[in-house]
């Protein structure tokens, strides 16, 4: 399969607990996009990367929040001291520069978290 | 603000009938339209994007279109099938040197037997 994949599927964790998410893009994808989702709401953008570089973070992402993508491949999302609030759909996707204009998403299957 | 605005909220249609989806955005400069279907508890799904200058665009039986002075653009599924049922997301993307994204909430549709 050579979609866009994250794991784990779905983490159910205590509150105040730190709990990280993994995201494989498209192997030639250079950008790769997270976002959260919840119940009846379309995805909200919480950071996006051009190969290894952070080039934006949403308001959203608190102090809380960390993603990283080490090497411009696979990425890393952090939440610590969860709280109930946090409790969503963790989306990643991934587009290639090329074409230019189009540059279409391909989103993974996400990450379901749930904080008890 | 940039907004994305779909309607109606949510649709529930007889198996084998026609449907319109409608998507309202405020973004600007804009770049490209993309309609996602997205199943339950799954990530979503491209079925179509188009650029400024596009008018139409079909995906087997999804045809989308864009009036690109009004802002609106519309989904429409034809002879619909129990397999639609889904969010119909409709995004926007600004232009620049990267793209920002803004997407709408999504029309839930139900095809019922």
């Known amino acids: 399969d050579t979609g866009v994949s994250q794991n784990p599927r779905h983490k159910i964790t205590k509150r105040g607990q730190n709990v990280t998410f993994r995201c494989d893009p498209i192997?030639?994808?250079?950008?790769l996009y997270w976002y959260r989702q919840t119940l009846g709401q379309g995805p909200e953008f919480l950071t996006y990367?051009?190969?290894?570089?952070?080039?934006?973070k949403s308001r959203l992402l608190s102090d809380r929040f960390s993603a990283e993508r080490p090497k411009g491949s696979f990425s890393t999302l952090e939440i610590q001291r969860t709280e109930q609030g946090d409790s969503a759909m963790y989306l990643c996707?991934?587009?290639?520069?090329?074409?230019?204009?189009?540059?279409?998403?391909?989103f993974g299957p996400g990450t379901r978290l749930t904080v008890l | 603000k940039n907004q994305v605005e779909q309607s109606p909220q949510s649709l529930i249609i007889l198996e084998g009938k026609n449907c319109t989806l409608q998507?309202?955005?405020?973004?600007?400069?804009?770049?490209?339209l993309r309609w996602y279907k997205q199943d339950t508890g799954r990530g979503p799904v491209s079925l179509t994007i188009?650029?400024?200058?596009?008018n139409t665009k079909s995906n087997g039986r999804y045809t989308a279109t864009l009036d690109a002075d009004t802002k609106q653009s519309s989904l429409h599924i034809t002879a619909s099938q129990l397999s639609d049922s889904a969010s119909y997301i409709c995004?926007?993307?600004?232009?620049?040197?990267?793209?920002?994204?803004?997407f709408g909430i999504g029309t839930k549709l139900q095809v019922i037997p």
């Open positions: 995004v926007v993307s600004e232009s620049g040197g990267y793209q920002k994204v803004t």
């Open positions: 990367f051009q190969n290894e570089a952070q080039l934006e």
């Open positions: 192997s030639e994808h250079n950008r």
């Open positions: 998507c309202n955005y405020t973004v600007s400069p804009f770049s490209n």
């Open positions: 188009m650029t400024f200058s596009e």
């Open positions: 996707a991934s587009s290639s520069i090329r074409p230019a204009r189009t540059d279409t998403q391909y």
